[in-house]
């Protein structure tokens, strides 16, 4: 009888965490222009800076990389680092706005190296 009363708790355990709904968090995506698109030196320095942010308090996850290659008219293939950022909320996207670490990225390696960023921010329901 504990078995059954064990396995009947367990499965509407698991039933009640799949009906949860996720909580709505931001992406912040940013594309980049280098000012010379071939130096890998470069490239590698937005993309280690970038990664850095994840040592920012609310930054939930960081991804960087490079574009995939298509033949596609709908694709925008023409930048040199892509970059996402999750949040859970947007107070918590502004904070890393202000933070001094991302700040300082901005200054000291991306207004040098990139001629161009995009940003997109973006609301996961």
């Known amino acids: 009888m504990k078995k059954l009363l064990f396995l009947c708790v367990a499965l509407l355990f698991v039933s009640c965490q799949s009906n949860r709904q996720p909580e709505p968090r931001i992406v912040h995506v940013v594309l980049t222009w280098l000012n010379e698109p071939t130096n890998e030196k470069h490239r590698n320095m ?22 995939l290659m298509s033949d596609r008219d709908i694709v925008d293939d023409s930048f040199d680092v892509g970059i996402f950022l999750t949040f859970k909320t947007e107070e918590d996207l502004q904070a890393y706005i202000d ?9 000291l390696i991306l207004k040098p190296l990139v ?5 997109y921010d973006i609301v996961d329901l």
Request: net charge positive; glycine share 8%.
């Open 99 to 107: 933070h001094p670490d991302h700040q300082a990225t901005v200054k």
């Open 115 to 119: 001629k161009k960023i995009k940003v």
């Open 46 to 67: 937005v993309i280690k800076a970038s990664e850095e942010f994840l040592k920012i308090p609310g930054v939930l996850d960081v991804g960087v990389g490079r574009p």
